[in-house]
């Protein structure tokens, strides 16, 4: 086991109030910057200032990157006008913007039980316990990148089946103590949308293809990948992690024929942040909600970002510091 450093000393909020204005950050009212640190927690708000930290810049100037992440190194001073008032702004606009993207999403996780409940429990109630309805290349062992060997299907199953053993809705709680076995429809009040996103994976073509077209789509995997990344966004909301300027490793797919999307005109950067996956969520959302005016509620809010240093438009995947581009969602 290595040996690891001491932590670093433990500092009382007082403390860390002197630190952060010898740092530069601009603090008009010390005790209320300690209440929010009492309230918030230092590393949480951390965050939301990381932007506004200067960047460490090389002898010519440019901006030294750290060698394992490869994204530019912070120094612990602040840019010059960076006030402690809107770090806190920056954070209660973010707490927003996880309660917008979090109605949306449990709109569409609904909706998406509903319809694989449906479209797969007509062949079978029993259908999320049958391998026949999954793609064979699922059903069959690997060796991952670290040399473990895996079965998605097994591990899928016994994930959802324990979700299922833990659950305490009513519906289930009635199949235990009748002694039924639980169908799809029933199954599916357990299940999270991660358990959502994989089982539309692993199923075949034929059945993605039933519910996909419940939802006017044809592309399997784009779809997967737009599960995977809202289910992602679902859960960074739900446990109060900030979104605003989140970026994924991967970029989302869209269908660029299509006229919703070339009006947006998403370049690599958007699909990567939270533009891309609020176009995403808001063609899904206006299919399945026609009178929703949640795109209006999002367009909004993003009007009011605080205006703070490094926390910019571009970092939310907006094309430039316009803001929202309204007249694209017809706005």
């Not at 449990?106 to 259908?127: C, F, Q, S, W």
């Not at 199953?157 to 519906?171: G, L, N, T, V």
């Not at 009007?303 to 970092?315: H, Q």
């Amino acid at each position: 086991m290595p040996v690891l450093t001491p932590p670093k000393p433990f500092r009382t909020y007082s403390d860390l109030v002197s630190i952060l204005a010898a740092r530069g950050l601009q603090i008009d009212d010390a005790q209320r910057a300690e209440r929010k640190l009492a309230q918030l927690g230092y590393y949480r708000l951390s965050g939301y200032w990381y932007p506004a930290r200067q960047f460490q810049l090389d002898d010519q100037h440019q901006r030294q990157l750290c060698h394992i992440t490869k994204k530019p190194l912070r120094l612990d001073a602040f840019a010059a006008g960076t006030k402690f008032d809107e770090v806190v702004a920056l954070y209660r606009f973010d707490k927003d913007l996880r309660m917008l993207m979090l109605d949306a999403i449990e709109r569409l996780e609904v909706n998406l039980k509903t319809v694989i409940a449906h479209e797969v429990g007509y062949h079978d109630p029993m259908a999320y316990t049958n391998a026949s309805f999954i793609l064979q290349k699922w059903t069959r062992p690997y060796v991952d990148s670290r040399g473990k060997q895996r079965n998605k299907w097994v591990e899928w199953s016994q994930k959802q089946q324990s979700h299922i053993a833990r659950s305490q809705e009513d519906c289930i709680q009635w199949h235990f103590r009748a002694g039924k076995s639980i169908p799809i429809w029933v199954a599916v009040e357990a299940w999270d949308f991660g358990d959502l996103s994989e089982f539309f994976e692993l199923l075949t073509g034929k059945y993605q293809n039933l519910i996909l077209n419940r939802l006017g789509l044809s592309d399997a995997k784009v779809f997967s990948r737009w599960v995977q990344q809202i289910s992602y966004l679902r859960n960074r909301s739900a446990h109060h992690t900030r979104v605003w300027n989140q970026v994924s490793p991967n970029a989302l797919s869209v269908p660029h024929t299509e006229p919703y999307f070339q009006k947006l005109q998403l370049n690599n950067d958007a699909l990567k942040r939270l533009y891309g996956l609020i176009s995403v969520i808001w063609y899904l959302l206006s299919r399945i909600a026609p009178g929703s005016s949640w795109i209006e509620d999002v367009a909004a809010l993003i009007d009011r970002k605080p205006n703070m240093p490094g926390c910019t438009y571009v970092a939310m995947g907006f094309p430039s510091e316009a803001g929202f581009p309204r007249a694209s969602f017809g706005l």
